[in-house]
């Protein structure tokens, strides 16, 4: 089984409450993401970076063994760059800067064996981006989406397209709200779900989140933690964790969805627990187990 993601690759600069500055930090959905599944599941990488991306990030990826033939480097470009500022409760945030740079004009090419990857998942980018990475696929492919405040603000009619034609979708609360203009989350998701997708994902930060499949809402809490290092990235390593699962499996039934969210919960866990990347990308494949089963103890309640 192949994983295929596209999004952004990207320099992050973090701002958190106790004043710190974390700047041009490597991040973006589709880095965040492929990380976190590559310890599940085989993943290619479509993106695009500048040449001031240096050889550290992508000796990074290819130590998780990830695909990165559908990585294009352009000469003399600039790599996408993200600034934020996290509040005093490290869940709410802030977007202080966004310059899109290569990925604004980026018009990606899949690499002929990209085509026939059975599971794919189009990270947060511009649905017209999503939108063509779709239409250069063969068979067909589990597809799940994610998107941002930003692109249901500015992209309205290409998102739908995106939803229409998705199996799936992975949101936080906050997007579904925006998107469905419904102040409850579970009945956001549904309305999702009438969009097109068969299950949908709510995040609900460190409340969790919740998923809607089969006309029925099945809560998860997060993986308690009391301290948070940078929570950026936590929804892309949700969904690489989640993905890599299903992936993993060959399966989208509803028990495979459930356990999913344990893998999701576990890695965004771990994407909190440092800067940037640097927890996410130094773990073992026994710490993703061994959290993902603890989570998994956590949620059994005896009689
Ligand atoms: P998350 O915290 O899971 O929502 O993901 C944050 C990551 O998404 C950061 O590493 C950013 O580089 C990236 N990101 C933020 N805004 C955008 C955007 N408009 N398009 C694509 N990626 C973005």
Same mark, same amino acid.
């Given at each position: 089984?192949?994983?295929?993601?596209?999004?952004?690759?990207?320099?992050?600069?973090?701002?958190?409450?106790?004043?710190?500055?974390?700047?041009?930090?490597?991040?973006?959905?589709?880095?965040? +993401?492929?990380?976190?599944?590559?310890?599940?599941?085989?993943?290619?990488?479509?993106? =695009?970076?500048?040449?001031?991306?240096?050889?550290?990030?992508?000796?990074?990826?290819?130590?998780?063994?990830?695909?990165?033939?559908?990585?294009?480097?352009?000469?003399?470009?600039?790599?996408?760059?993200?600034?934020?500022?996290?509040?005093?409760?490290?869940?709410?945030?802030?977007?202080?800067?966004?310059?899109?740079? =290569?990925?604004?004009?980026?018009?990606?090419?899949?690499?002929?064996?990209?085509?026939?990857?059975?599971?794919? +998942?189009?990270?947060?980018?511009?649905?017209?981006?999503?939108?063509?990475?779709?239409?250069?696929?063969?068979?067909?492919?589990?597809?799940?989406?994610?998107?941002?405040?930003?692109?249901?603000?500015?992209?309205?009619?290409?998102?739908?397209?995106?939803?229409?034609?998705?199996?799936?979708?992975?949101?936080?609360?906050?997007? @579904?709200?925006?998107?469905?203009?419904?102040?409850? =989350?579970?009945?956001?998701?549904?309305?999702?779900?009438?969009?097109?997708?068969? +299950?949908?994902?709510?995040?609900?930060?460190?409340?969790?989140?919740?998923?809607?499949?089969?006309?029925?809402?099945?809560?998860?809490?997060?993986?308690?933690?009391?301290?948070? @290092?940078?929570?950026?990235?936590?929804?892309?390593?949700?969904?690489?964790?989640?993905?890599?699962?299903?992936?993993?499996?060959?399966?989208?039934?509803?028990?495979?969805?459930?356990?999913?969210?344990?893998?999701?919960?576990?890695? @965004?866990?771990?994407?909190?627990?440092?800067?940037?990347?640097?927890?996410?990308?130094?773990?073992?494949?026994?710490?993703?187990?061994?959290?993902?089963?603890?989570?998994?103890?956590?949620?059994?309640?005896?009689?």
């Amino acid at each position: 089984m192949s994983l295929l993601v596209v999004g952004s690759v990207a320099f992050d600069t973090i701002r958190t409450p106790d004043g710190k500055e974390y700047q041009d930090v490597l991040g973006g959905s589709c880095t965040y +993401f492929s990380c976190a599944a590559s310890y599940l599941a085989d993943v290619r990488v479509v993106g =695009v970076v500048g040449d001031d991306f240096g050889q550290e990030p992508i000796d990074l990826l290819e130590k998780h063994g990830v695909d990165l033939t559908g990585l294009e480097v352009v000469q003399g470009g600039r790599t996408f760059r993200w600034a934020g500022t996290y509040a005093e409760n490290m869940n709410d945030r802030t977007t202080d800067d966004l310059q899109f740079g =290569v990925l604004g004009g980026f018009d990606p090419k899949l690499p002929e064996n990209y085509r026939d990857s059975d599971t794919v +998942f189009l990270a947060c980018a511009q649905p017209e981006l999503q939108l063509k990475v779709m239409d250069q696929m063969r068979g067909s492919p589990l597809v799940v989406c994610d998107t941002i405040e930003f692109y249901i603000e500015t992209a309205r009619e290409a998102l739908d397209q995106v939803l229409s034609r998705c199996d799936g979708v992975i949101i936080n609360d906050g997007e @579904a709200k925006l998107l469905t203009g419904e102040s409850n =989350v579970i009945r956001a998701g549904e309305r999702i779900a009438k969009m097109g997708p068969r +299950f949908v994902v709510v995040k609900k930060g460190e409340h969790g989140g919740v998923l809607l499949a089969e006309g029925q809402a099945w809560p998860f809490p997060a993986f308690p933690l009391t301290d948070v @290092a940078d929570p950026t990235g936590a929804g892309d390593s949700f969904a690489g964790g989640f993905m890599g699962y299903l992936s993993r499996k060959k399966s989208s039934d509803l028990n495979t969805l459930r356990r999913a969210t344990v893998y999701g919960t576990a890695l @965004a866990s771990y994407a909190c627990q440092g800067i940037s990347l640097n927890r996410l990308a130094a773990l073992s494949k026994v710490e993703v187990e061994k959290r993902a089963c603890d989570f998994a103890a956590m949620l059994r309640i005896p009689e």
